[in-house]
């Protein structure tokens, strides 16, 4: 059994669905693979609850399936920082409160569990406490998603390097490609190469290039779940 906890270099870098495309080549594989979004701010009304469409992504990769509050237990309506939406709804957001249904998913003993946090690595989840934390209880390694655009250097070396300063083992990063007229892309690669791999000691899990329609299934033929496995083992 392995578990392994995606973040990014921001919000809207496209963890789900690296997410879902790890879980995706881990059916491909024949594992078992179930993935947890502990709490997610936007959320539609529908007739069953709250229900955020990054959760439900995620849901749709799990085999076997679970239920959706089994996946995202903290459902929030307003699109706005997890902490500020918890506390307009009267909900003590915290650590113990994520933890429990995250462990309760590992411990349901699929070959792979993956859980996505929300935006970065330092949102808030109260005053004192941040998802950092919650990675640090849960005593993950993380996959670090890139979003490629103008500025991903410093973005991403300043996330893999709190990441480390936490003690928290990097498994890996992706480079998801936001902005495809991104000047000199190639040379942005390299030095996220360089400050990431070889200096940061990170092995690159894929480039997934600007997608139109971004799915699991394309998304799962980018990324390299065996140096994803092995540097978990």
């Avoid at 024949?30 to 997610?40: D, F, I, R, T, Y």
């Avoid at 990675?135 to 480390?164: K, M, S």
């Avoid at 890996?172 to 007229?181: F, H, R, S, T, Y």
């Amino acid at each position: 059994m392995q578990a392994l906890f995606v973040t990014g270099t921001d919000t809207e870098v496209g963890k789900t669905f690296i997410t879902a495309g790890l879980m995706a080549a881990a059916r491909r594989r024949g594992l078992s693979v179930v993935g947890g979004k502990p709490v997610a701010s936007g959320c539609d009304q529908t007739r069953e609850g709250l229900r955020n469409s990054d959760a439900t992504t995620i849901l749709a990769e799990c085999s076997p399936a679970l239920d959706y509050d089994s996946v995202n237990p903290v459902a929030l309506a307003p699109a706005i920082a997890p902490h500020i939406a918890a506390r307009e709804a009267g909900i003590a957001l915290g650590v113990s409160m994520l933890a429990e249904p995250m462990r309760a998913l590992i411990a349901r003993g699929a070959d792979l569990t993956v859980i996505e946090g929300a935006g970065g690595w330092r949102v808030p989840l109260n005053e004192r406490e941040s998802i950092s934390d919650l990675v640090i209880e849960l005593d993950l390694p993380v996959v670090l998603v890139v979003g490629v655009r103008l500025g991903a250097i410093n973005h991403a070396r300043l996330t893999l390097e709190a990441i480390q300063r936490d003690g928290v083992k990097v498994a890996g990063w992706v480079a998801n490609i936001l902005e495809p007229d991104t000047p000199r892309m190639e040379e942005n690669l390299d030095a996220l190469a360089h400050w990431l791999g070889e200096y940061g000691g990170a092995p690159c899990l894929g480039v997934v290039p600007w997608l139109e329609t971004p799915d699991a299934e394309t998304t799962a033929d980018l990324l390299d779940l065996d140096a994803l496995l092995g540097s978990l083992s």
